[in-house]
């Protein structure tokens, strides 16, 4: 099963207000494992950039000013996600601004369908808990080291690990399904694995012998009367 986990970052907090998206990050993943494909672009959001937007993610209007806009990342972007399920850590916000920008270049809106909502699930599996991203991470023992902003691809990496963990995938301190994860990088299905030969399970003559002897020992047991 392919899906596609999403994160975006942007100027602010509200599209219809004029915020914009200034970086998409995506991370492929099957059966929940990273094949280690993925989608990156910075956007060129075509206005300012507001002080806190920047103390979130440190994306200055400087260092966008020469990045494609959204029009010209659309289409690899389309294509990438294909109609693939995505897995959004808060999807009403990711799904509100991209499809606010594909409104503005009159293409179809990504159905919320398709979105798995990465809080909702940490909400339902840990009532009352903090499910921000840093706080799963936390919870499930993900190194936050290289986080020192928001960065929609580091945000979408980190978002893998967690999101194995919501589905039971791993356990805190255990690195489990690394064969599924190399294989699904390399396109393969099926793992092969050894053929082990059948235990024997038939008592040794020794020991049938001593089991009946044991039963020497009990008194007209049921197993013997032929009924």
């Known amino acids: ?3 596609v986990i999403l994160d975006t970052e942007t ?18 993943t099957h059966n929940h494992m990273p094949t280690g494909a993925h989608f990156h672009c910075y956007v060129n959001p075509e206005r300012d950039m507001p002080e806190g937007a920047f103390a979130v993610h440190g994306l200055s209007s400087e260092f ?14 389309l294509e990438f996600i294909g109609t693939d399920p995505l897995v959004i850590h808060n999807a009403k916000f990711d799904m509100g601004f991209l499809n606010a920008e594909l409104s ?20 339902r599996r840990y009532p009352g808990a903090q499910v921000s991203l840093d ?8 190194d936050l080291s290289r986080r020192e902003k928001h960065g929609a691809l580091l945000d979408a990496e980190l978002l893998a690990e ?12 255990l690195d489990l399904n690394v064969d599924a994860a190399k294989a699904a990088a390399e396109g393969i299905t099926e793992i092969e694995r050894p053929q082990r030969p ?17 039963l020497d020992q009990i008194t007209d047991p049921i197993w013997r009367s032929g009924t």
């Open 135 to 142: 706080a799963l991470c936390r919870r499930f023992e993900i």
């Open 104 to 123: 503005r270049l009159d293409k179809p809106a990504i159905e919320y369908s398709r979105a798995v909502d990465t809080v909702a699930l940490a909400r």
């Open 64 to 77: 966008l000013s020469d990045k494609p806009i959204f029009a010209d990342v659309a289409a690899p972007f």
């Open 1 to 3: 099963m392919r899906e």
């Open 198 to 214: 059948a235990r024997p399970h038939a008592p040794s003559p020794a020991e049938a012998e001593a089991h009946e002897a044991f």
């Open 162 to 173: 967690v999101y194995l963990y919501l589905m039971g995938g791993r356990q805190p301190g």
């Open 11 to 28: 100027t602010g907090l509200d599209p219809s207000s004029g915020d914009r998206v200034v970086e998409i990050g995506c991370i492929e």
